[in-house]
Antibody
Framework: QITLKESGPTLVKPTQTLTLTCTFS??????????VGWIRQPPGKALEWLAL???????SYSPSLKSRLTITKDTTKNQVVLTMTNMDPVDTATYYC?????????????WGQGTLVAVSS | QSALTQPPSASGSPGQSVTISCTGT?????????VSWYQQHPGKAPKLMLY???KRPSGVPDRFFGSKSDNTASLTVSGLQAEDEADYYC???????????FGGGTKLTVL
């Protein structure tokens, strides 16, 4: 059974850096073809893909946020970490991590429950 | 503004069918057969309903059907049931550096 869970601060101040951790089980990110991504959703708004990290440490970022995002993995801990710099109130959203199965061109089969992050002074 | 265009709302009575469209460009929806659909109930995480245009993950009822023509993908839900009431999001592979784009979401109401 595949599970993912996001963790991190619920409140950050403008200009601060957000660090979120995705802890997963039921698969290994060292398996050929596997990937984990981050997606966010502002309250009442649509989903927005942020970043993806592959089993071979290749990384992909949303072009509009690339300069602010860093995604890393710790295969031994079954964790993926997303950092976003220079946070702004418009970054207030529920942040999800999700599992991209082996051979899946572009979809996420399993999602975490999400974590709501508010940006406010 | 989302990369893919969906109608903000759709509705149907129990037992009826409803179709939700998802319009993109030749760089995303039209360029690849990698359209996915997600169902999201209030306060819950999205759930994958269809992938690669029309494939259903295990456990998704065959009442959910996907198709694509040119730059527009569609999700059809037949035999509407109360539990189908949710937000639905389409997504598509966009190639290159822009891995994945989403639609703005459609709120499906079962009357």
């Amino acid at each position: 059974q595949i599970t993912l869970k996001e963790s991190g601060p619920t409140l950050v101040k403008p200009t601060q850096t957000l660090t979120l951790t995705c802890t997963f089980s039921g698969f290994s990110l060292s398996t050929n073809g596997m990937a984990v991504g981050w997606i966010r959703q502002p309250p009442g708004k649509a989903l927005e893909w942020l970043a993806l990290i592959y089993w071979d440490d290749v990384k992909s970022y949303s072009p509009s946020l690339k300069s602010r995002l860093t995604i890393t993995k710790d295969t031994t801990k079954n964790q993926v970490v997303l950092t976003m710099t220079n946070m702004d109130p418009v970054d207030t959203a529920t942040y999800y991590c999700a599992h991209r199965p082996v051979g899946a061109p572009a979809y996420f089969a399993h999602w975490g429950q999400g974590t709501l992050v508010a940006v406010s002074s | 503004q989302s990369a893919l265009t969906q109608p903000p709302s759709a509705s149907g009575s129990p037992g009826q069918s409803v179709t939700i469209s998802c319009t993109g460009t030749s760089s995303d929806v039209g360029g690849y057969n990698y359209v996915s659909w997600y169902q999201q109930h209030p306060g819950k995480a999205p759930k994958l309903m269809l992938y690669e245009v029309s494939k259903r993950p295990s456990g998704v009822p065959d009442r959910f059907f996907g198709s694509k023509s040119d730059n527009t993908a569609s999700l059809t839900v037949s035999g509407l049931q109360a539990e189908d009431e949710a937000d639905y999001y389409c997504s598509s592979y966009a190639g290159g550096n822009n891995y994945l784009v989403f639609g703005g979401g459609t709120k499906l109401t079962v009357l």
